[in-house]
């Protein structure tokens, strides 16, 4: 007698009684990691690795040092010293954690069916609390750094632009991007000494800037019949002079446990942040902000895991990851936050 099961219409047959295949596919799987480069937390302000979790930093009087101290010298004497203000501020990183755990009985299915992603658990936690912690960081750029009543300097976007403090949105056909940029810069220089060289854009006010009519002029003789002109990042940046403008479109569920999922973007994507920051921690430089990163368990990594048992009789793991940092404005001279741009 033939066995029938193993036909097209045998299993299908299987399948209408209620059979379903039992063995997972190894070459995909679904898994909503995001993408690294789409993290913004450690893109915008250096990363400066500190040794105690709370300490002192300095700070010189840029009034002192930018002020002419030099006077006429008195026949037969001298001036008085000049005086050159120092002053110190605080950091103080906070440890913050995350533990997930796998019930090693439950994971031999996973292990014995082969499937990517999956058929290592230890790994796949790794690489969930690994995405977790870049999450978090995230989060803590846009409180610290990204949303209004931040910084001093707070421009708002208006349909005319007619206040001290407000400017025409990026979206208007009348808004002129380049020149605006420019004034922003010049004002930066002048009340901070440096020229910005940081733009911060939230995907909506990126788009905007994409489609404004100021910037496909600059950009349309750019191109050619096989490669048109196209605006990028790297088109703003050189039509905006600065080095770097980075778009945060990071994205989150903002929703709690239990709740209807609430995918949202991380940074205000209305909002934008023009500012000067050094690439690396300097003892000469100013920066707008730093991001104090503090190696908790003396490893000199500011994130790290680890793996242990759970206890006996559990058949439990446990992947912990921890990180501490600090992520701080350091100077009010040396950005200007835009909200509402569109």
């Known amino acids: 007698m033939s066995n029938t099961r193993n036909t097209t219409a045998g299993i299908a047959a299987e399948i209408a009684k209620g059979w379903q295949p039992n063995n997972y596919l190894t070459n995909m799987s679904m898994a909503y990691f995001q993408k690294p480069e789409d993290y913004v937390a450690h893109s915008i302000f250096p990363v400066c690795p500190v040794q105690l979790s709370a300490s002192y930093y300095y700070t010189f009087s840029k009034e002192d040092l930018a002020r002419d101290n030099v006077q006429p010298k008195p026949a037969f004497g001298k001036v008085d010293p000049a005086v050159m203000g120092q002053d110190d501020n605080t950091y103080k990183c906070h440890v913050d954690q ?28 790794v690489r969930t609390a690994t995405e977790q912690m870049l999450l978090h960081q995230d989060i803590l750029f846009a409180k610290n750094f990204f949303h209004a009543g931040v910084w001093a300097n707070e421009l708002t976007g208006t349909t005319n632009g007619s206040g001290s403090k407000e400017f025409v949105k990026f979206n208007d056909t009348s808004f002129d991007p380049i020149g605006f940029f420019d004034d922003l810069r010049t004002e930066i220089k002048r009340q901070g000494r440096r020229t910005p ?12 800037l994409k489609n404004n009519p100021f910037v496909k002029e600059s950009v349309k003789y750019t191109g ?40 949202e973007f991380i940074c205000d994507p209305k909002a934008a942040l023009l500012c000067y920051a050094t690439p690396t921690p300097q003892i000469d430089e100013p920066s707008a902000g730093y991001i104090f990163t503090w190696d908790m368990l003396g490893n000199g990594a500011s994130v790290a895991f ?31 936050f835009l909200k509402e741009c569109v």
């Open 306 to 336: 680890d793996q242990y048992e759970g206890e006996n009789g559990t058949h439990a793991e446990f992947i912990e990851g921890l990180c501490a940092s600090d992520m701080k404005k350091t100077s009010d001279d040396l950005a200007i």
């Open 98 to 125: 995350i533990i997930l755990g796998i019930d090693q009985i439950a994971a031999l299915n996973y292990q014995r069916s082969r499937a990517p992603g999956v058929n290592d658990p230890r790994r796949a936690k």
């Open 224 to 263: 050619t019949t096989a490669n048109p002109a196209i605006v990028t990042p790297n088109v703003l940046a050189q039509l905006f002079g600065v080095e770097q403008v980075k778009v945060l479109e990071s994205t989150y569920n903002s929703a709690g446990l239990g709740q209807k999922e609430s995918m």
């Open 197 to 208: 060289n940081r733009l911060a854009l939230g995907i909506q006010a990126y788009n905007a």
